[in-house]
Structure formats: structure tokens, C-alpha cells
């Protein structure tokens, strides 16, 4: 079988020493980076089976900024994407995270949020919903949230359910 290779791109040194500790004793190939530029060089030339993006790195937003060049590029549309990430993610059994996405930012308890992580818990289905500087709506979808600090009793069922979907 061959070993899945993880990108983890954070801008915090322990964080990568700790989840790139649990990964490779449970023998994954990890690599990583510091930020989005290194991040989308790294892929480029790895091409992971599987990325880990902080949020916040260089600028606020810049994992999610990565995480959308990611998944809209067709040479890694179908690589996992999770986010990592201490915002609490709302959940939904509406399988359309977008969908509801949407209907959060209409709701005025969260219009004005910076920032709405949704999952639907039926399907997995998972997405960032987040203003851009400019103040408009910008969604994306990725495949999963991981929080803040790292537990690995979640990451690592985890990423064995969402590497069973390669």
C-alpha cells in the first residue's frame, strides 16, 4: 500500500512538530510549510493526498485563501482539504453547507460575522463562509475542520475517514 502524504501548512513550528509527530508514528509521509506561497509551491511538487491549513497565518484569512486556490485548481479538486482552527464550526443536517451558509449570513445574529464555519453531520459535508476585505461573501468548500489544539483522538479517525474517500 502506498503511504499517504499529509501537507500541514501552519505558521506555528509546535504545532507542526506535534501533528506531524502523530502522523508520521501512525505512518503517514508529512511535509510542510509556513505559509500559502510555500504551501502551494509544497503541493505543486508532492502532490498530498491530504492538506491541513491553519487559518491565520501571514494575513487573517490566509489559510482560507489557500484552501479556495486548492480546491478550485483541477490538479487538486479532489484532495481533502482541512481546516484547523480554534472558531467553533455551526452544524447543519442540510447536506448544502452553501445553502445555509447563505441563510446564516441573512440571519442578523451572524450577518455580520467575519467568519461562519459550517458541517452538515450527516454527510460530512463541510465549508468556510467568510467577508473579504472588500465586505463580500466568499464560500468554500473543504472537507473538514480540525480544532484547535490538536487532539489526536479526532485527527486521526479523521483523516483515515476522509483518505477512505481517495
Partial sequence: MKTKKILIVDDDIDVINVIQTILEHEGYEVFSANNKVEG???AREIKPDLAILDVMMTTHYEGFELAKEL???PAFNKMPVVMQTSIEALTTTNPS???MAR???L????KELQVI??????TGNAGVDYL??????????IDGFLRKPVDSSKLLPE??????KN
Fill in 117 to 122: 464555519l459550517i458541517k452538515d453531520v450527516t
Fill in 159 to 164: 483523516l483515515k475517514r476522509l483518505l477512505g
Fill in 107 to 110: 440571519d442578523p445574529k451572524y
Fill in 103 to 105: 441563510e446564516f449570513r
Fill in 97 to 99: 453547507v452553501q445553502e
Fill in 71 to 73: 480546491t478550485s485548481n
Fill in 132 to 141: 473579504s476585505e472588500e465586505g463580500k461573501s466568499v464560500f468554500i468548500h
Fill in 40 to 42: 502551494l509551491e509544497k
